[in-house]
């Protein structure tokens, strides 16, 4: 064999002719000679192997030319073939090249079809992936289409197919075959060909999903053998980014590639490599990507997760792109370092370097917490929350990193918000102080420990060591020196005597002087060697030898040399005459070493401990206060309109609940309300958390859960209002509703509590009655099997004392009615001679006489349990108005003789007065309290009567329609004609039979309930005359009883509203008692509902209460004045502009309400819109005062609501139109104001335009002008250059009319136009031809222009100033019949039926 296979560019190549000995193929077969070919080139395969291929190469060559003509058959008979071939040289090479025997030539051979066979089937592969994918796009099936069997059995085939290919292909290229090649270096080529083959593969946009991961992990196999082995490295790199950069969804899949390289194949320098290519990528080339961005993004958080500490080295490389303009690079970025601080760089083990790397990634991630770009925001603190997790966040960055995560909780967007609340409840989660953060619980131990702590340093400061250096110790460190000094000073005296003599003679006087013997001179030399003074120490020395030559302590010194200078010298420092050194000294010249001695010091490490624990103690305290803080913000989250959000906040409040932390509970409470929400997912969120707070407890036994469980609910019950017991019923009866063990104990539990055989708190006794009556909500036989055990316990003899356990039972037993039950079956009553009716009728008239003041809302409750659950409630509740009353009348004139015997025994000079007083107090809370319960029971008997009695009634004739359609047809014709027209006669079929029953019922509230032989109408008199007089009784109780009590009487019949409206409206207006105006506001609301042509002509009264003194009042009449006008009661006029100035109320509360008053009135198709000129009047009004900081801040909130261009249109003319009518600057101003806070459009700017004339002449005002100049700064940005140069001209026109005036302008104008006219005289046209679109004469009377005049209307007489006083004609204190509204426009009243159903 002379040629040699070189692997071509194209495939079209090889029938080109090549260069000298390069392989060209010769006969390219015909697509219907293909078979036959295969046919022999299997036979072959099986005579010779796998070097058959050299001969049959054309054959499948052909194969690949003729692609689209030949079968799918044929190409996998190929395929099939070129598999084995490959395969063969997988068994046969390894032996071969390992021997050695190959020569050249059959070197060559091998090499050749090796070539052969891997270009063939590489080649062909890609043209079968090709054609799978077509394929997948012809018969992609549309909506609601099949997709074919046969194009889904075909991918399906070739799936299998194209795994069996790589497999062979691994096997072989696993093997060392670099031997075939001269000098092993394998040509490019035929690494180009396998790699491309492999990267064709991967563009199948099925590669990543999962039934593709057995062929997905051969690829990225087999492409690491080509780095490791065939040096891919460079195009592995570059190949990758391509990818990326054109195929969005294979970042996971190079993501994993580049990881199993690094790992499996130990490549790390790619990781480096693509990570360098990256980050080298300026913004304007990742701007132009598009995709590819996103792919970067997602290829690098992928790669994070899974070689995390390869990447470290070149994360720098990527931080260019936090400054970058790409969002998703910075999020990608972010992601990399969070895996990094989590799976490498965690730990206290960590050396220095690692330390400031964690520390600098720390620092970066926390300034993109503050990133421009909320996804970015949303994150990283995503990063910070699995830092958090992980328990990968130093103790020192727990505070920093809590604040900015708070900081967040405002944030506008919702996601960066549900990631700040996430992130602080895995701080509370994973924290690592303790499982309770209450502050206050924290608090005792810290003091206890810090008064430890503060003991033991004061005893290690009374026990302050001396430090004693010991001589020897010093004496070698100086010695060094002295020797010098030693030795200078002998060669001295040695070299000239005179020096020496000359220099002593101060020494010699010190020694002769004062009696100095040999000790003081010893001492001395001591102390000049202490202070570093060492030539005078060897003077002084010298000298005292010889004077004392015979002394012990210069003896030494017989031979005068270096070493007995030394050793005297080292004698006198180190003797038992040496004083041992103070600290001062010690601190002034310090030894090179030290002993130290310490007598009965504390131990250190004692010390240390007690302070970690100290400090450990104060950073559970600071934690669990800046926990404490962050409550009352994400409270206010759980009303949130985003879900996500609410549910979120609701996890929150579990989880510091569970960790005990302050004021938990006030959240758990918060979001109880939501169990009513709409959302499914947000009520499923709330029932979720109460059953794990609450309805999960943990114990040993059964009893010990239930006990556990009562105890938390109680908690919870504990000073919890009305409105928070009936939500939480709807989560506790679902639990009792499940019949289990533990619900049984449950219920024993709270009997025990309740009656008293467990020693409990009132308060407890309370919440077990009230828990009883959730769950008899679920089963009625837990109350009505136990209803002795309630009358004796509460309702009986000792009732007095607590009337709330009393009122708490009666909730409890009203669970058991049909109103709270909504059952439709046979009503539900107990005779009126049972125990329990008897003991109420007791407890409320005996209470009547006293004076608690639990008192009140025990009987509303329990007037209310009489008429839901007796059989004959009238009957009863009018002998308790008889006892009561008399009980009253008895008391007065047991007062009133006792104030006899007083007056008869007490001297003349005693002053009687205060018990007089005293004693008409006393009856004055007792009438209240009588006139209370007679207002109650007429309320609750019109009740009774419209929903009791009418539910019967109906239920009643629907038992008698079904007893009549159950007898059949022969008896309904027998009566049919008969009972037909007699039913039609009286109106009782169908609807109509529901009316006459309505009507019915009215008849006998008009005329039965206030008749002369009725009870009620007994007590009418005194309220009207307690209500009118409030000189005679200025009784707080006894006037807010009786305006209470007259509005629930005039719910009776629309006489008795007719009769009293008047008084009650000048109740509501003149009364000094806020909590009078405020309860007269709801029983107003309430009768709108009930009579509104009665009502209407005082709307503007009960609007005017908005502007009340008394915020209490504003606030219950701006609650019901939104319930009353969104719910269509009232209509919608001009006056609603006192409710939009409640949006700058003081009072939080208040503002909130306007607020959601005006969200909720838009969402109404118009409303605002319609209303907006006349709340701008009204507020403009000078007469109101209003200033323009408030004006303007109410219009902005206003004008967010004009959302559509036609409306802007039509306000901008209305709105111009009023600068007409506007009569003052500060008018003007505001109008103006106003025309800027519109969204102006361009349909808009040119009614603008249009009404130049309505506001040109007053545009010398600043106030004017500014807002106008406004509206064109904000129309010329972003505008088309057309509309632009309208704009700008606009703007000229502005600036000139407000420089020089309009009458100016004008002036000029005109001088214009006739100098004009002078010049080029205009033709005279017929005056009888007017001209189309213009102003038929341009000659205006001077009074069209002038602002119109409003009409005089006749003056309404001006309201007498009344004052309330105690004179006998209080009568006029009510209104006067012209001071009463006339009804001007009916409102029509739905039908009696509608409002019964309601």
């Known amino acids: 064999m002379s040629w040699e296979f070189n692997i071509p560019v194209c495939v079209a190549d090889l029938v080109k002719p090549g260069g000298m000995g390069q392989y060209v193929v010769q006969d390219v077969q015909m697509p219907k000679d293909l078979p036959s070919c295969l046919k022999s080139f299997k036979a072959a395969m099986r005579s010779q192997g796998p070097l058959c291929i050299l001969e049959h190469f054309d054959t499948v060559y052909s194969v690949l030319q003729q692609g689209s003509h030949v079968d799918l058959t044929v190409k996998e008979d190929a395929l099939e073939l070129l598999v084995q071939v490959i395969r063969g040289f997988s068994v046969a090479l390894p032996s071969l090249l390992l021997s050695g025997s190959l020569s050249a030539v059959d070197r060559r051979h091998h090499l050749n079809a090796v070539k052969m066979g891997v270009f063939l089937l590489c080649k062909l592969t890609e043209s079968l992936e090709s054609d799978s994918y077509r394929q997948s796009i012809v018969t992609a099936p549309g909506k609601g289409s099949k997709k074919s069997k046969s194009g889904s059995e075909g991918m399906v085939q070739w799936d299998s197919e ?26 490019e080529e035929f ?5 491309c083959c492999c990267y064709k593969l991967l563009e199948n946009p099925h590669i990543s999903h999962v039934k593709s991961k057995p062929a997905r992990d051969s690829i990225i196999h087999l492409l690491g053998v080509m780095i490791k082995k065939y040096n891919h490295m460079l195009g592995a790199r570059v190949k990758v980014i391509q990818l990326l950069q054109h195929f969005e969804q294979l970042a996971g899949v190079c993501a994993q590639a580049v990881a199993s390289w690094s790992s499996e194949f130990g490549i790390k320098a790619i990781v480096g490599e693509i990570m360098r290519e990256i980050g080298q990528k300026s913004s304007e080339e990742l701007s132009r990507e598009g995709s590819g961005v996103r792919a970067f993004s997602g290829f690098l958080s992928e790669l994070s997760t899974l070689v995390p500490d390869v990447m470290i080295p070149n994360v720098s490389v990527l931080l260019t792109h936090l400054e970058g303009e790409s969002p998703s690079m910075r999020v990608a970025v972010c992601e990399v370092l ?18 400031a790397d964690r520390d600098r990634f720390l620092d970066t991630l926390q300034e993109h917490i503050h990133d421009t770009h909320s996804h970015v925001r949303a994150r990283v603190l995503q990063v910070y929350t699995r830092i958090v997790n992980s328990k990968a966040l130093p103790l020192c960055r727990y505070t920093e990193v809590m604040e900015l995560a708070v900081g967040r909780l405002g944030d506008k967007s919702v996601n960066v918000c549900k990631s700040a609340i996430q992130l602080l409840a895995a701080f509370i989660a994973h924290n690592p102080y303790s499982c309770k953060l209450s ?70 006087e010190f020694i002769e002087g004062e009696e100095r013997n040999d000790r003081c001179t010893a001492v001395q030399i001591a102390q000049f060697l202490r202070g570093s003074k060492y030539r005078q120490a060897v003077h002084l020395c010298l000298q005292a030898h010889n004077h004392f030559p015979e002394s012990e302590f210069f003896s030494a010194m017989s031979t005068l040399n270096t070493d007995s200078v030394m050793a005297t010298l080292a004698q006198l420092f180190t003797g038992p005459m040496q004083e041992p050194l103070t600290e001062t000294q010690v601190e002034e010249h310090p030894p090179t070493s030290t002993q130290i001695q310490m007598e009965d010091i504390l131990d250190d490490g004692e010390l240390k401990k007690q302070e970690m624990l100290v400090q450990y103690l104060k950073d559970t305290e600071s934690f669990a206060l800046q926990v404490e ?9 759980l009303y949130w309109k985003t879900t996500t959000v609410v549910q979120e906040a609701v996890q929150f409040c579990v989880t510091v609940c569970e960790f005990s932390v302050a004021d938990s509970l006030s959240g758990v409470r918060k979001m109880l309300p939501l169990v009513w929400s709409a959302d499914t997912s947000v009520k499923e969120s709330v029932l979720h958390a109460y059953k794990r707070l609450y309805l999960n407890p943990q114990g040993d036994s059964t009893r010990a859960k239930a006990q556990t469980l009562v105890d938390s609910l109680s908690a919870l019950m504990v000073d919890a209002s009305l409105g928070t017991i009936q939500c939480l019923e709807e989560i506790v009866q679902e639990f009792f509703g499940c019949d289990g063990v533990l619900q049984s104990s449950v219920v024993q539990v709270l009997w025990e509590r309740f009656s008293g055989k467990r020693e409990t708190s009132n308060l407890h006794r309370r919440a077990a009655v009230l828990l009883l009556g959730m769950a008899a909500r679920a089963e009625r036989e837990v109350i009505l099997s136990n209803l002795d055990t309630l009358c004796s316990v509460a309702l009986e003899e000792n009732v007095t004392e607590d009337y709330l356990l009393a009122r708490d039972t009666v909730l409890s037993i009203c669970n058991i009615t049909d109103h709270v039950r909504q059952s439709k079956a046979s009503p539900f009553r107990l005779p009126m001679d049972h125990q329990l009716f008897s003991c109420l009728t007791r407890a409320i008239s005996d209470g009547v006489i006293l004076t608690d003041p639990q008192w009140q809302s025990f009987m509303e409750q329990a007037v209310r349990l009489i008429y839901f659950l007796s059989e004959s409630p009238d009957v009863l509740c009018s002998h308790l108005l008889q006892r009561s009353t008399r009980l009253l009348l008895e008391q007065i004139n047991e007062n009133r003789e006792k104030n006899k015997v007083q007056v008869a025994e007490t001297n003349q000079s005693q002053d009687p007065t205060q018990d007089l007083e005293q004693s008409e107090q006393v009856n004055s809370v007792c009438l209240a309290q009588l006139l209370s319960l007679c207002g109650c029971v007429a309320f609750w008997q019109v009740s009774y009567l419209e929903r009791s009695v009418s539910t019967e009634l109906r239920r009643r004739r629907g038992e008698r329609e079904q007893k009549e359609e159950a007898k059949g047809p022969e008896s309904k014709t027998k009566q049919g004609s008969n009972d037909s027209c007699m039913e039609e006669e009286l109106g009782l079929t169908g609807a109509s039979a529901e009316d006459t029953e309505a009507e019915l ?59 009293h409206i008047r008084l009650l409206f000048t109740v509501l207006e003149r009364s000094p008692l806020p909590i009078v105006r405020a309860n007269a506001i709801i029983a107003l609301g309430d009768l709108t509902v009930r009579f509104p042509n009665i009502l209407e002509p005082w709307t503007p009264n009960l609007y005017a209460r908005l502007s009340d003194d008394d915020s209490s009042v504003r606030l219950t009449a701006v609650t019901v004045l939104t319930q009353l006008v969104l719910k269509d009661v009232l209509k919608v006029k001009g006056q609603v502009s006192e409710v939009a100035v409640l949006l700058l109320d003081p009072e939080p509360h208040i503002a909130s309400l306007a607020l959601n008053f005006f969200n909720e009135l838009a969402a109404k198709d118009n409303a605002i819109y319609n209303l907006l000129p006349d709340i701008i009047s009204r507020l403009s009004d000078p007469q109101r005062g209003m200033n323009e900081e408030d004006f303007n801040t109410i ?70 002008y500014q807002p106008l100049l406004s509206i064109a700064a904000k129309l010329r940005r972003g505008a088309k250059q057309q509309f632009k140069a309208q704009v700008e001209e606009f703007e000229k026109k502005l600036t000139v009319v407000h420089t020089k005036g309009l009458e100016n302008v004008e002036r000029e104008a005109e001088c214009n136009e006739e100098s004009q006219t002078t010049l080029t005289p205009l033709p005279v046209r017929s005056a009888h031809k007017p001209r189309r679109g213009r102003a038929k004469s341009s000659a205006v009377d001077d009074s069209d222009l002038m602002t119109p005049k409003q009409q005089k209307h006749s003056q309404r007489r001006p309201r007498k100033p ?8 209080e009568e006029d204190a009510v209104m006067q019949e012209s001071e009463t509204p006339k009804v001007t426009t009916p409102i029509s009243r739905t039908s009696r039926r509608t409002r019964l159903r309601h």
Not at 191 to 195: E, H, K, L, P, Y
Not at 629 to 637: A, C, G, K, Q, V
Request: glycine letters at 4%.
């Open 1195 to 1264: 219009m902005k909130q206003l004008f967010s609501y004009i959302t559509k261009e036609r409306q802007t249109e039509s306000l901008v003319e209305k709105l111009c139109q009023r600068f007409r009518t506007a009569k003052t600057e500060r008018q003007w101003s505001d109008l103006a104001v106003s025309l800027s806070l519109l969204s102006m459009c361009e349909r808009g700017f040119k009614r603008l335009q249009e009404c130049w004339e309505c506001y040109s002449d007053k545009l010398t005002e600043p106030g004017v």
């Open 162 to 187: 194209r795994y069996t290919v790589l497999l062979s292909l691994t096997q072989l290229l696993q093997l060392d075959i670099r031997p075939l090649w001269s000098l092993s270096l394998v040509e």
């Open 439 to 508: 502050s206050a619980d924290l608090r005792k131990p810290l003091d206890k420990e810090m008064a430890k702590l503060k003991e033991m340093k004061d005893k290690v400061k009374e026990k302050t060591p001396v430090t004693v250096i010991g001589a020897d110790e010093l004496w070698a460190a100086m010695e060094p020196e002295v020797l010098q000094t030693v030795q200078a000073q002998l060669e001295s005296s040695s070299e000239g005597e005179s020096c020496v003599e000359g220099g002593a003679d101060q020494y010699e």
């Open 191 to 195: 690494v180009s060909c396998v790699t």
């Open 338 to 355: 969070g895996e990094v601080l989590v799976r490498v760089l965690s730990g206290d083990k960590l050396e220095d370097s690692a330390r």
């Open 1001 to 1059: 019922i009215r008849k006998i509230c008009e005329t039965e309930l206030l008749s002369d032989d009725n009870l009620l109408r007994v007590f009418v008199p005194v309220l009207v005359k307690v209500c009118s007089s409030p000189g005679h009784y200025p009784h707080p109780q006894l006037t807010t009883a009786a305006c209470l009590a007259l509005s629930q009487y005039m719910m009776i019949s629309p006489g008795m509203c007719m009769d």
């Open 629 to 637: 803080r962050t409550i009352s913000i994400i409270n206010n989250l």
């Open 1362 to 1369: 009344i004052t309330f006083s105690s004179d006998e004609e």
